[in-house]
């Protein structure tokens, strides 16, 4: 059933008119529901490497970074205003980080930013 027909259909049930092969809605979304089935497919570990990414590697290490930054900052209960501080970075800069805009941060400078907040949790 293409997306017009089902769309007429709705409209028609919704009218309480049955059209077509369907006598009731329920019927008629379970056919919809059957077939838009999505094609799931098992990933790899990375993401990044799945989605053709070429810097598969460096994302997928940028992001383990980031998550383990965010989950100190949690951990620590900081607010985003302090974290940023102790950081050395701007409250949205830091929001724009956690937030999974982080490709253009280098490992290194990611990797110094974690290492501070394990500092200050000593």
Same mark, same amino acid.
């Given at each position: 059933?293409?997306?017009?027909?089902?769309?007429?259909?709705?409209?028609?049930?919704? !009218?309480?008119?049955v $059209?077509?092969?369907? +006598?009731?809605?329920?019927e008629? &979304?379970?056919?919809?529901?059957?077939d838009d089935?999505?094609?799931?497919?098992?990933?790899?570990a990375?993401?990044?490497?799945?989605?053709g990414?070429?810097?598969?590697g460096?994302?997928?290490?940028?992001?383990?970074?980031?998550t383990?930054?965010?989950?100190?900052?949690? !951990?620590q209960?900081? $607010?985003?205003?302090? +974290?940023?501080?102790?950081?050395? &970075?701007?409250?949205?800069?830091l929001h724009?980080?956690?937030?999974?805009?982080?490709?253009?941060?280098?490992?290194?400078?990611?990797?110094?930013?974690?290492?501070?907040l394990d500092?200050?949790?000593r």
């Amino acid at each position: 059933m293409g997306r017009k027909e089902t769309e007429e259909a709705i409209a028609d049930s919704r !009218a309480g008119r049955v $059209s077509g092969r369907f +006598a009731t809605v329920a019927e008629l &979304l379970a056919d919809l529901n059957a077939d838009d089935t999505p094609n799931i497919q098992q990933g790899s570990a990375n993401v990044y490497a799945d989605l053709g990414y070429p810097d598969a590697g460096e994302m997928l290490v940028k992001t383990r970074l980031v998550t383990k930054i965010g989950e100190a900052i949690k !951990a620590q209960q900081l $607010s985003t205003e302090q +974290a940023a501080t102790l950081l050395g &970075l701007t409250p949205a800069a830091l929001h724009e980080l956690l937030t999974g805009r982080f490709r253009s941060q280098s490992v290194n400078d990611l990797e110094r930013l974690a290492s501070m907040l394990d500092e200050a949790s000593r």
